[in-house]
């Protein structure tokens, strides 16, 4: 007999894990089967987007920092630059607290379902259904946002972009500079020798 308190901590976060999916999942459905029960196209569009925008919110502000310990966010400073953040919690005392199963659901959703949205763009494309594209690519723009932010989590960008491209551009001066001093001078020669003439 299967024993209920173990079915019950296979997860930890039941309903969260289940609107991870289902928003993602229900705005894949509702673009795929739209056309069986409404002809309008501004119908089917403001329920896509409806579902999509549910979905953004939720997975950047609720399953990723529930399910995978990541977070990620933008703020703009007081002289108006954007700047973009990038958290995990690393700790091994919280590492050991993420349900395996619910990371798995979450990484699973967050990849599959913009490649479902990739296939949808070839066919909006190649079938000339440019109004369909323009939904297409909300959906790629929002889901591929989320991807992004989470993979750069997951891998240790806890800096801003902007710190990240200062970095950049500093290690390339310096490799530029190092390189000038360096390199041997091959300078042209001297052009004040004329040519005398003299055979």
Same mark, same amino acid.
């Given at each position: /007999?299967?024993?209920?308190?173990?079915?019950?901590?296979?997860? @930890?976060?039941?309903?969260?894990?289940?609107?991870?999916?289902?928003?993602?999942?229900?705005?894949?459905?509702?673009? /795929?089967?739209?056309? $069986?029960?409404?002809?309008? =196209?501004?119908?089917?569009?403001?329920?896509?987007?409806?579902?999509?925008?549910?979905?953004? #919110?939720?997975?950047?502000?609720?399953?990723?920092? +529930?399910?995978?310990? +990541?977070? $990620? #966010?933008?703020?703009?400073?007081?002289?108006?630059?954007?700047? #973009? %953040?990038?958290?995990?919690?690393?700790?091994?005392?919280?590492?050991?607290?993420?349900?395996?199963?619910?990371?798995?659901?979450? &990484?699973?959703?967050?990849?599959?379902?913009?490649? =479902? #949205?990739?296939?949808? =763009?070839?066919?909006?494309?190649?079938?000339?259904?440019?109004? &369909?594209?323009?939904? %297409?690519?909300?959906?790629?723009?929002?889901?591929?946002?989320?991807?992004?932010?989470?993979?750069?989590?997951?891998?240790?960008?806890?800096?801003?972009?902007?710190?990240?491209?200062?970095?950049?551009?500093?290690?390339?001066?310096?490799?530029?500079?190092?390189?000038?001093?360096?390199?041997?001078? @091959?300078?042209?020669?001297?052009?004040?020798?004329?040519?005398?003439?003299?055979?």
């Amino acid at each position: /007999m299967r024993d209920p308190s173990k079915a019950s901590q296979k997860y @930890t976060h039941p309903y969260v894990t289940f609107f991870h999916l289902f928003f993602r999942g229900a705005s894949i459905v509702i673009y /795929m089967f739209c056309g $069986w029960f409404s002809d309008s =196209f501004i119908t089917s569009f403001v329920f896509v987007v409806l579902f999509l925008s549910a979905d953004f #919110w939720t997975v950047k502000n609720i399953s990723g920092r +529930l399910l995978v310990g +990541l977070r $990620w #966010w933008n703020y703009v400073d007081d002289d108006g630059k954007s700047h #973009w %953040v990038f958290e995990s919690r690393n700790s091994p005392s919280y590492q050991s607290r993420i349900n395996k199963h619910e990371q798995r659901i979450f &990484w699973l959703g967050l990849i599959l379902c913009p490649f =479902f #949205w990739g296939l949808f =763009f070839l066919m909006a494309l190649f079938g000339l259904k440019f109004k &369909w594209l323009l939904l %297409v690519m909300i959906a790629i723009a929002l889901n591929a946002a989320n991807l992004y932010g989470y993979i750069k989590c997951n891998y240790g960008a806890s800096k801003d972009l902007n710190s990240a491209a200062t970095d950049f551009m500093k290690t390339q001066l310096f490799k530029n500079a190092f390189d000038i001093m360096t390199k041997p001078n @091959t300078a042209a020669p001297p052009t004040n020798v004329r040519p005398t003439g003299v055979v």
